[in-house]
């Protein structure tokens, strides 16, 4: 557990929140690192201020939500929860210390809003990865992290399941950084429950090496309703069949139908009892707080809370179990690694088990200097019309350069597993490279670099990109081979397409990334 750098009264909660243990995987399950214990996750999905703000922030940099909120979690029994989003700012001590005195884990999804892989148009880029890195850095040392999440339902039916070969590469990437920090927290992914795709899903996140493989899966299911079903007509019964025998703990990151209310949740002596505890580690119940949507499990209005019906239930649901579990010295793990599913779309499954390179500053910063024409713009808007005037005018670039002349070389393909040399740099790296070449495709005639005023001359401080590509991140499969330099390139052949580039570079992909959907 990180001391606290700011007071005292900090360090003393972070003296006593050293009672908690941190946990470990070996083979299927979690583990108490101390006590050799198996884990169960008794959880809740834990996201109290959207109720008041109508946006999503970071509940755990507020110390006055953790103190009105984790004694309720206390009393409902719950051990650890599920944060949607945080930042990689401010302080998080006072939060994260009060949750592991109450023996409280943390499961936090690395993602949010504005920094998320987009479904319909995926792309994985050097913002994205500092980002990623840098919520490692702010919660990677705390004992009572449970996991990251990498990703979030991004593909949630069969056609954007391309999606997920840049999820891997992410999740890929966070494990390598968690592990050169000298940390052991592991990193997952959470889908939704699409019979189409499910067990395709599961096995592309299981599939390839260790370095890409999840090191926990979560489903969020939605499938058991009320007392009328059971374990095996709710649905249940095939999807733990599925995980059976599986090498990676398996958790519900999302469960409670909630159709039938209140809900009495009958699932939860089959999750926590015979039906389930020898496959699954736990779920997370969705959710704390009441929205619209009626899930939750309180109502907030300021620093009132109140308990819905379904409180007092879940309480005395979660009460009733007590899963059997192992203990680590006498388990033998017997699961295996799956192989990747087939990519067609025959099979419903478009992602390629070759993986977008990791991205690299020093690469997409080296290209930037062999460029003449350039973007204007160097940082990325944050007003939300700023924002998509900005989309609007990298979507016509692209459909306009990349018409004509071939962009190959910031573009990924996840389905077909090719990854242009900067395909990973951000959008407006990515943008002033298009701009150049078609800088250069004209000749440098007067008006080539203009794009109504988006662009704007520059002198390069390298007389070509050739020595770039030594700065590129590695990634097991990555064929991206080396072009003529795009600092002298002349008109080529099209092969990525203009309707491609459009997909890939829609205002909406470059604006801000669709957050996959949390419920």
């Keep these: 557990m990180r001391a ?3 007071s005292l009264s900090i360090l003393g909660l972070a003296s006593q929140a050293m009672a908690i243990n941190p946990l470990v995987i070996k083979g299927s399950k979690w583990f108490d690192s101390k ?48 944060i949607y989003q945080t930042e990689p700012f401010g302080n998080h001590d006072d939060c994260m210390n009060m949750l592991a005195d109450a023996g409280i884990y943390v499961l936090l999804d690395l993602g949010t809003p504005n920094e998320s892989i987009d479904r319909s148009n995926p792309s994985y880029d050097v913002d994205l990865l500092g980002y990623f890195q840098s919520k490692v850095d702010t919660f990677g040392a705390y004992d009572n992290m449970l996991g990251f999440l990498a990703g979030n339902e991004v ?3 069969a056609n954007n399941t391309n999606a997920s070969a840049f999820v891997k590469g992410a999740l890929r990437d966070i494990k390598a950084y968690i592990k050169s920090k000298g940390l052991s927290v592991p990193v997952g992914y959470a889908a939704n429950d699409d019979a189409d795709i499910r067990w395709q899903m599961q096995t592309y996140f299981d599939c390839g090496s260790t370095e890409e493989q999840a090191d926990f899966y979560g489903l969020n299911l939605y499938e058991w309703c009320g007392d009328s079903v059971t374990f095996d007509t709710s649905g249940y019964a095939s999807v733990v069949k599925n995980f059976t025998n599986w090498d990676v703990p398996a958790v519900l990151t999302e469960y409670g139908c909630n159709k039938v209310q209140p809900r009495t949740f ?9 039906d ?14 009441e929205e619209s949507n009626e899930y939750g499990l309180v109502s907030i209005s300021g620093n009132t809370v109140t308990k819905t019906a379904d409180y007092n239930n879940f309480k005395s649901a979660l009460a009733a179990v007590k899963p059997s579990g192992k203990s680590m010295s006498s388990y033998s793990p017997s699961g295996k690694m799956q192989s990747c599913p087939e990519v067609s779309a025959a099979n419903s499954w478009l992602a390629s088990d070759v993986l977008p390179p990791t991205p690299s500053n020093a690469t997409c910063e080296c290209m930037m200097k062999s460029l003449y024409c350039v973007s204007k713009t160097t940082e990325m808007p944050t ?15 692209f459909g306009t350069v990349c018409g004509t002349i071939s962009c190959a070389e910031v573009i990924g393909d996840g389905e077909a597993g090719t990854y242009g040399k900067y395909s990973f740099c951000n959008t407006i790296q990515r943008v002033s490279w298009v ?24 002198k390069p401080s390298l007389s070509s990109d050739s020595s770039c590509s030594k700065g590129t991140g590695s990634s097991t499969g990555n064929t991206s081979s080396d072009s003529s330099d795009n600092s002298s390139s002349d008109s080529g ?22 957050w996959a959907a949390i419920f």
């Design 35 to 82: 006590t050799g214990d198996q884990f169960f996750i008794k959880g809740v999905d834990y996201q109290p201020d959207i109720t008041s703000t109508s946006t999503y922030r970071d509940p755990l940099a507020d110390k006055s939500i953790c103190t009105r909120d984790v004694p309720y979690l206390k009393d409902l029994g719950v051990n650890a929860v599920r």
């Design 4 to 6: 606290s750098l700011t």
């Design 276 to 289: 389930m505890d020898g496959v699954f580690s736990g779920a997370f119940v969705y959710e704390y707080v």
């Design 493 to 514: 052949s099209h092969t990525s397409g203009a309707d491609a580039t459009l997909k890939a570079f829609s205002a909406g992909a470059v604006a801000v990334a669709a």
């Design 266 to 274: 009958p699932e939860i002596a089959s999750i926590y009892g015979s």
């Design 435 to 458: 701009m150049n070449a078609w800088y250069n495709s004209q000749r440098g005639v007067d008006g080539s670099c203009d794009f109504n005023g988006f662009a704007s001359l520059t």
């Design 383 to 397: 007003g939300t019309k700023e924002l998509d005037q900005f989309g609007q005018d990298v979507s016509s670039i």
């Design 155 to 157: 593909a949630n039916q």
